[in-house]
């Protein structure tokens, strides 16, 4: 049930929100019905979902289950890689920090930034999940058995998710165009 009730909130946050956790959604996925499951576009293949289920004693909810995309079957003409510092400029930044009196050093870390990067409509991907992991709150919530076809969930993901092959390189990219403004 605990593993339940995780891929309920999951889902949640990945959708618009979670009714029985109160977890907000980052309004990644939005559920399709019978008649937009049939017009999933003939160039794109729908992957299925894997869950990443853990134990993490040290965290608020210690029972943490993740979904991510299969992302061995998106297809991504664009540029996968996401263009960081190497070891030795990380090295000079940190050398002069430290040698520098008086300097101050920050670093900090954007939680799910990947669930936070749009896709245009033409990018958007698509993926089922069986309904059969999802708890009956969820269900119920969504409207899902309505909406299942053969058993499954089909969702389409309007923003990067876990999984994306693509999803380094766009939420790199949309964070230069944020930051870049600012100097």
Not at 66 to 86: C, S
Not at 92 to 100: A, E, K, M, P
Request: with cysteine; hydrophobic share 35%; proline share 5%.
């Amino acid at each position: 049930e605990t593993c339940k009730d995780g891929m309920g909130k999951e889902f949640g946050n990945m959708a618009q929100w979670d009714d029985k956790t109160g977890t907000p959604g980052m309004d990644a996925i939005h559920v399709l019905d019978h008649e937009q499951i049939k017009r999933i576009p003939a160039k794109k293949t729908v992957t299925y979902a894997r869950l990443v289920v853990d134990f993490r004693p040290q965290k608020k909810d210690p029972y943490r289950v993740r979904m991510t995309a299969g992302g061995n079957l998106i297809q991504y003409a664009g540029e996968l890689t996401t263009r960081t510092a190497d070891l030795t400029t990380a090295k000079i930044v940190w050398n002069s920090v430290l040698s520098t009196e008086g300097a101050k050093y920050a670093i900090f870390d954007i939680s799910n930034m990947y669930l936070q990067t749009p896709l245009a409509p033409e990018d958007y991907e698509y993926m089922r999940i069986p309904l059969k992991l999802l708890p009956d709150h969820t269900i119920e919530q969504y409207g899902l058995r309505e909406k299942a076809l053969d058993g499954m969930v089909y969702v389409e993901m309007r923003k990067c998710v876990h999984g994306f092959p693509q999803a380094g390189a766009l939420a790199n990219k949309l964070l230069k165009e944020r930051l870049t403004p600012a100097g």
